[in-house]
Structure formats: structure tokens, C-alpha cells
């Protein structure tokens, strides 16, 4: 009997008085609610609501929370998503009422000490990076590549250049050209090389006084890193251009290596993957950028300073910087998060985080190692952060394919790692295991691969058996979602 409770809706439990809490008797007169207030002023009619009790609403959410696999609950390696576990205590600190009860609207210098937090992470944020300007803005890795495009652009039409092009390798996550077209710009997209990194002849040809920005993730989305960067940096640099880091993923190199440092004029973060803000189904993140010292005046407003005022109310102003593109988020961005992604790195500090980047290295190319003579990995030897399998072989071979292995994952009480992406490896299974990861559960994650791959095609084309829906038509399942509220 599986979670009956969680499929059905709670409108189907409602019973007329049914109450979740107690109120007192009221003492106003009883009147219907438009002789107390005209018609006209009503803006909004009043709704049927289920009549249920506390249980009846606890059981029904919590069963229904079992339905999904989740960090909590099970190894979760999804490639470039970084599902690592997301610390408790994080969730505490960030819930203490004098973060919670904060109002947005509060004068500056009632919010000194969420200032001083804030000014903080853009610090840590510049330092990491090796780029000295932060704006802590955008909600999401998507929305910080759509914020620093257009900062580019408004430092170009600042200088009186017609740049039109933004460059991204194939391997690009899709969010890279998406943000590049929204932002206004023609997108261009370039050919890897035989090792899946960069092809240096390819961007060459494609350099020249249009080009606006080149995009790279790096380490790149199969897992390497991009050894020439420093000179794809210049050649970019060389022909006036500027170098986009996509910085979603910084486990692989955190304390290492700084995108400032390889040649990166801008970068994001992704505060819900590398510093482990809670995430999953489409939000909340945070996706702040961090910019070289000439991009600071475009930057989105307001930013955080600190003044000399040896004052505790008026330390920390909001200022918009001279040349502004303006807002990108209401208020401070996504405080919540923010304040999550704070906590991490100042638990960890400078030597913790380098720890993290270590373990995820480990990890993951243990992984790759233990599982390599069933999945195989076309592109490198050593991998950063990830890797990117193909079950090519053993599509001609007998037909599984990396869809099969990932959905028959679930039976086992594994996520499926990250299928069919990037677009440059055919039958693709990206696998991140991240540093939260113990060996024991690496080896029966593999194990389990082993076990997989010796069942039967048939049975494998049919799975997941113990899901409470086993393949739905994904496409249809994300463009036309049924959502229900009530009964009709
Ligand atoms: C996740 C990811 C993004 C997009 O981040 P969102 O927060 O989902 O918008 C961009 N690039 C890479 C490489 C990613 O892994």
C-alpha cells in the first residue's frame, strides 16, 4: 500500500467544520462578508478551502515528500547540479528570528548586522574568484549569466563598440546561449577537440572585432579542466573581447585555482550548488557575480559598502554604482540562501573549502576508476569534479541504453545521474558524486551499475518497477503540466 494519503488531494479529505486549530468564540457580530465590505472592493472572492485537521495535513505532505528522492534521503549524482548534502545547522542559523522577522523595507541602519553578513559574502565571494566587484543580485546561475551579459554590453556601448557575438564550446550547460540571446546578442557555438576541451583553431577563426564575450565553464562540463585557458584568456583579450567564467560548478577547484586568476573578466557562483543552498525542482537559488575592477560601475544596484564611519548604525550603505544597469532582483536578492552559502564558508574557511574541492576530485575519479571497464569514459584520463560516461558501446552492443540504467537506478533507491547532457558525448551519464559522499556508498553505487548492466534488455526498457509511475513522456510532463488544486 503505497502513500494513498499523498495522491489524493486534500479537497477529497474535507469535511464540513473540520479545523486544524482552535479559535476562540468571535465577538463581532456575524454579517456576510459583502454587507461588511461592497462588492466593488472585493477583490478577490472568497475561496473554497479544504475543512481538514492537523494530522490529516501533516500525513498528507509528508507522504507526499516520499514520493521524490532526495539529498536527505538517497545518493543523488547528478551531474552539474551538485546535490551534496545541504548541513542542517544551516537551515537553524538561517531560520533565527533575527534573520526571519527582518523586513525589506526596514531603514539601513536597522539592518546593520544583515549588512555586515551580506558585505561579507561579497568579500569571501571577490576573494574566491579573484575578482574584486560583487553583486549578490541574481536569483539564479541562469539569471547571474543574463546580469554580467549585460553588464558587458553596457561597458561596450559605454566605449563605443559595436560588439554583437558571444562565443560558447558546444559542451556549454544550454542556460550559456539562452542568457547570450536574451541579453541580445548573436550566439555562436564553437567545435570541441578530440580530447573534449576547447578547439584553439576553432575559436580563432571565430575571433574577431564583433566578439562581445566567450563563455567557458571550467572545469568544463565533461570534467576537465581546460588546461589552455590562460591562452584562450589572451586570445579573447587579444581581440578586445571578454572572458565569461560559468562558475556554477566551482567544486573541482575551490582554494586552487581562481577564474580572476586564469583569465576571467566575470564569473557566477552558484550558491545552491557549490555552497550548498537547498535546492532542487526549479528553486530558490542565489547566482551572484563577481566582475573585474572596469565592470564594477555597471554592475546592478544597490551594492553593499563599507564606510569609515566609526559608527554601528551607518557602517554598511547600499549604493548603486555610477553607471548601473539597474535592478535585476527586488531588495537584497535571495537573502535566504545567501545567508545559507554564508554560513558554509565561514564553517569552512579558506583550508576547509580546499578540503571540499580535494574530496570531490577523490570521489569522483574513484568512481570513474571502479566503474570504468562497464562505463566506459571517452575524454580524459583524470577527471575534476565529474565525469561523463557513454553507453554507446553497449547500446550497439545489446541494446541498454543510459536512459535504461538510469531510470532502472531508481529501483535500487539511487537518483539517476545526469542523462544525455553534454550534447558532445553520444548516450551520455554524467556522474557527480560530490565530497559528502562515503566510500561505501561509491561502491554500492557501482555495484549496483554492475548488477544493472548483466539484466535483461527488456526488463531494463520497462523500468523503473517500484516507482509510483515508472516513464512518464517527459517532454509532455515539463511543457504542459496538469496542475490541480480542487476537485472539478
Ligand atoms: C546549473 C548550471 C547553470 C544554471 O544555473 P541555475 O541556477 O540552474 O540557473 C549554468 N551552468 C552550469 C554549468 C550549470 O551546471
Given amino acids: 500500500m503505497r502513500n494513498q494519503l499523498a495522491t489524493e488531494l486534500l479537497f477529497a479529505l474535507s469535511q464540513p467544520g473540520r479545523r486544524g486549530a482552535l479559535f476562540p468564540d468571535s465577538d463581532v457580530p456575524k454579517k456576510p462578508l459583502n454587507e461588511l465590505i461592497p462588492q466593488s472592493a472585493l477583490a478577490i472572492q472568497p475561496t473554497d478551502l479544504p475543512e481538514v485537521t492537523e494530522p490529516d495535513v501533516i500525513r498528507h505532505f509528508v507522504n ?24 542542517k545547522r544551516h537551515e537553524r542559523l538561517a531560520g533565527l528570528p533575527g534573520i526571519v522577522d527582518l523586513h525589506p523595507y526596514q531603514n539601513p541602519s536597522d539592518l546593520q548586522g544583515m549588512l555586515e553578513m551580506l558585505y561579507g559574502m561579497q568579500e569571501m565571494l571577490a576573494e574566491i574568484s579573484g575578482l574584486p566587484a560583487v553583486s549578490l543580485q541574481p536569483a539564479a546561475g541562469a539569471q547571474g549569466e543574463f546580469t554580467a551579459l549585460l553588464t558587458a554590453k553596457a561597458y561596450f556601448e ?24 536574451l541579453a541580445g546578442f548573436d550566439c555562436v557555438q564553437l567545435e570541441s577537440s578530440e580530447e573534449g576541451l576547447i578547439d584553439l583553431e576553432d575559436l580563432k577563426t571565430h575571433l574577431d ?7 567557458v565553464t571550467n572545469p568544463n562540463t565533461l570534467g576537465l579542466f581546460e588546461k589552455d585557458i590562460k591562452q584562450i584568456a589572451q586570445m579573447v583579450h587579444d581581440a578586445g573581447g571578454l572572458v565569461y567564467i560559468d562558475g556554477a560548478n566551482m567544486n573541482a577547484i575551490l582554494g586552487y585555482t581562481r577564474p580572476g586568476d586564469f583569465g576571467g573578466d566575470m564569473m557566477h557562483f552558484n550558491v545552491h550548488k557549490t555552497f550548498t543552498g537547498p535546492h532542487g525542482a526549479g528553486g530558490p537559488g542565489a547566482g551572484p557575480i563577481a566582475v573585474r575592477d572596469f565592470l564594477a560601475d555597471y554592475l546592478p544596484g544597490p551594492v553593499i559598502k563599507q564606510t569609515e564611519i566609526d559608527s554601528e548604525e551607518n557602517q554598511f550603505v547600499l549604493e548603486t554604482p555610477s553607471k548601473s544597469i539597474g535592478r535585476i532582483r527586488t531588495f537584497y536578492g535571495n537573502i535566504g540562501i545567501l545567508v545559507r552559502g554564508y554560513c558554509y564558508l565561514r564553517t569552512l574557511g579558506a583550508e576547509g573549502l580546499k578540503a571540499v574541492s580535494e574530496n570531490a576530485v577523490l570521489n569522483a575519479n574513484y568512481l570513474k576508476i571502479i566503474l570504468k571497464d562497464v562505463l566506459p569514459v571517452p575524454n580524459g584520463e583524470l577527471c575534476m569534479h565529474e565525469f561523463v560516461a557513454s553507453a554507446s558501446k553497449m547500446k550497439s552492443e545489446n541494446g541498454i541504453t543510459a536512459m535504461d540504467i538510469a531510470k532502472r537506478l531508481l529501483d535500487f533507491g539511487f537518483h539517476a545521474p545526469t542523462v544525455y547532457f553534454p550534447l558532445v558525448v553520444p548516450e551520455a551519464i554524467m556522474v557527480e558524486p560530490t565530497e559528502t559522499e562515503s566510500k561505501e556508498t561509491l561502491d554500492a553505487f557501482a555495484e549496483t551499475i554492475r548488477q544493472i548492466v548483466k539484466e535483461a534488455p527488456e526488463f531494463l526498457h520497462d523500468a523503473p518497477h517500484s516507482t509510483d509511475i515508472s516513464r512518464p513522456d517527459e517532454v509532455i510532463a515539463a511543457r504542459n503540466p496538469i496542475l490541480q488544486c480542487c476537485e472539478t
Fill in 209 to 215: 572585432d564583433q566578439t562581445a564575450v566567450f563563455m
Fill in 64 to 87: 507526499l515528500s516520499t514520493l521524490n528522492m532526495c539529498v536527505d534521503t538517497h545518493f543523488y549524482p547528478l551531474g552539474s547540479c551538485t546535490m551534496k548534502y545541504n548541513p
Fill in 158 to 181: 559605454d566605449r563605443r563598440e559595436n560588439r554583437t557575438k558571444v562565443l560558447f564550446p558546444n559542451s556549454a550547460h544550454g542556460t550559456n546561449p539562452a542568457s547570450a540571446a
